[in-house]
């Protein structure tokens, strides 16, 4: 059975910092492009940043650009969400999942993913 896990959420200031941890048991995560997502409530799942297999091309949502970075290690089989200069609009629960069909152009369409791990909040608040 696949069972995606996230990790690493918590309350920070803003400008903080916050590393997530993605892991899996049943899946190896370099096999599949894996995505980054978070959700506020009443809003819909919005993709964050994705790592694809093989070479790990990166691609980011243009809110998180040059403040997140996706990383792999594939020893460890965990996906890490490095996330800095954090800002209140952050704020939400953040779940990895992997790519399992092509249904959407947009690489972060949540349609094209699975395996949904249940999350972990961050929260950016003074």
């Known amino acids: 059975q696949v069972q995606f896990v996230e990790s690493g959420g918590g309350l920070v200031q803003p400008g903080g910092s916050l590393r997530l941890s993605c892991t899996a048991s049943?899946?190896?995560?370099?096999?599949?492009?894996i995505a980054w997502f978070r959700q506020v409530p009443g809003k819909e799942r919005e993709g964050v940043s994705r790592?694809?297999?093989?070479?790990?091309?990166?691609h980011y949502a243009d809110s998180v650009k040059g403040r997140f970075t996706i990383s792999r290690d594939s020893a460890r089989n965990t996906v890490y969400l490095q996330m800095n200069s954090l800002k209140p609009e952050d704020t939400a629960v953040y779940s990895c999942?992997?790519?399992?069909?092509?249904?959407?152009?947009?690489?972060?369409?949540?349609?094209?993913?699975?395996?949904w791990g249940p999350g972990t909040q961050v929260t950016v608040s003074s």
């Open positions: 999942a992997a790519q399992t069909r092509r249904v959407s152009p947009d690489l972060l369409s949540p349609r094209r993913y699975d395996y």
């Open positions: 790592i694809s297999s093989g070479n790990g091309t990166t």
């Open positions: 049943g899946f190896t995560l370099d096999t599949s492009p």
